[in-house]
């Protein structure tokens, strides 16, 4: 794990990633939703405040490259989910995400 870790950080760093936090899969404080998946994730790296990973939350994902009119009804969207109360998350992926 720690050599693992190590790596992670290392390639972060290479691509100008500098604050971020890691966690790692079987912890107690890795949330027990991102186990459900097919193909669940042992290693996450994050950016931003890790306690709102357990709010209620969603994501919001489209295209790569998103028309103005797609990108004015994502943001419709978004500000109505959190107008909801709901928390945003995101990929950090370059359009809608």
Do not use: M
């Not at 950080?9 to 290479?14: N, S």
């Not at 357990?54 to 028309?67: A, E, I, L, N, Q």
Request: glycine share 12%; aromatic share 10%.
């Amino acid at each position: 794990a720690r050599q693992c870790y190590e790596r992670a950080v290392q390639i972060l760093h290479e691509n100008g990633i500098n604050h971020f936090g890691i966690k790692f899969s079987g912890t107690i404080d890795y949330p027990d939703r991102l186990q459900d998946a097919d193909n669940p994730l042992a290693l996450l790296y994050y950016i931003g405040n890790w306690d709102l990973v357990f709010s209620r939350g969603v994501s919001v994902v489209g295209t790569r490259h998103p028309s103005v009119d797609g990108i004015k009804r994502a943001k419709r969207l978004a500000k109505g989910l959190v107008d909801a109360g709901f928390t945003i998350f995101s990929g950090l992926a370059a359009g809608i995400d």
